[in-house]
């Protein structure tokens, strides 16, 4: 997934052209993830992101690969954003979502990286919210974001060499899960997770490596993580049953409009 996927129009912040931007966050801010069942995460992300979402793989055979967490089993499909466009309540956003509007975005110098707005956000505006800059500098609120999507960018790229290194040692294999829903079972796949049988078989060398680097840890995280697919099958069967109610409760008070009219006619 693009780092600015979900940037309509993400620009280089500028103490000039942008002294006098504000942004107010708005009552659906989350609105913009409300359609992805899936959201990359940092290593560092693991032991709060694991409470909630299956930690998953993704990447091919070449071995390329970054880590996700899944938010839904159908596409399109975020079962933790509400039509309010709000996070469902006491479940962790992942950072990258909570940085937006703001993003790293690379610029003409190759080693260097330059704070990004999506300025199609709409609580950005110059009347109203939390200003960026003040007297030509970063005002204690950008500061705070910049170090913030630095930290981050690192974090990202810590992960993407885990990654990388569980490839290498061939533990990472393709994987097909049923899910056991109310309408019949489902399979999921397109995700990669850490094998039960190749990880038993490694040797006390490369177990050594993995307990001294913290990967040894992410991996129990990631295995414990996978019981959440469950869940969403569950939130997800919740989900189906409340919009057919709705659609059912809409149809009932459609079809009694007419019969009501009618009554207030020859009462009239």
Same mark, same amino acid.
């Given at each position: ?161 885990? &990654?990388?290194? +569980?490839? =290498?040692?061939?533990? #990472?294999? $393709? ?9 019949? !079972? ?46 969403? &099958?569950?939130? +997800?069967? =919740?989900?189906?049953? #409340?919009? $057919? ?9 459609? !079809? ?13």
């Amino acid at each position: 997934m693009s780092a600015t996927v979900f940037y309509e129009r993400a620009v280089a912040l500028d103490r000039a052209a942008h002294q006098n931007t504000k942004i107010q966050i708005q009552p659906d801010h989350y609105a913009f993830a409300h359609d992805t069942n899936a959201l990359p995460i940092a290593a560092s992300e693991f032991a709060d992101a694991g409470r909630h979402y299956p930690i998953v793989f993704v990447g091919d055979e070449a071995g390329n690969f970054h880590v996700a967490v899944l938010l839904g089993l159908e596409d399109k499909s975020n079962l933790f954003v509400t039509e309010q466009g709000t996070w469902r309540p006491d479940t962790y956003v992942p950072a990258f979502a909570r940085r937006y509007p703001f993003v790293l975005g690379t610029t003409s110098e190759a080693d260097r990286l330059a704070v990004c707005i999506d300025e199609s956000y709409p609580g950005i505006n110059s009347a109203d919210g939390v200003a960026l800059f003040e007297d030509g500098k970063e005002t204690g609120y950008l500061t705070q974001m910049m170090e913030f999507l630095r930290v981050f960018q690192g974090e990202m790229e810590l992960t993407k060499n885990m &990654a990388k290194r +569980l490839n =290498e040692l061939g533990l #990472l294999s $393709a994987k097909t899960i049923t899910i056991s829903q109310a309408d019949g !079972d489902r399979y999921l796949s397109g995700f990669w997770v850490v094998d039960e049988q190749k990880f038993a078989g490694i040797d006390d060398a490369r177990v050594v490596e993995l307990q001294r680097s913290g990967i040894l840890r992410l991996i129990e995280l990631h295995r414990a993580s996978l019981g959440n697919i469950q869940r969403l &099958a569950m939130q +997800l069967d =919740e989900q189906r049953r #409340l919009k $057919a109610q709705q659609q059912k409760d809409v149809a009932s008070s459609t !079809d009694a409009a007419p019969a009501d009219t009618a009554s207030a006619e020859s009462a009239a």
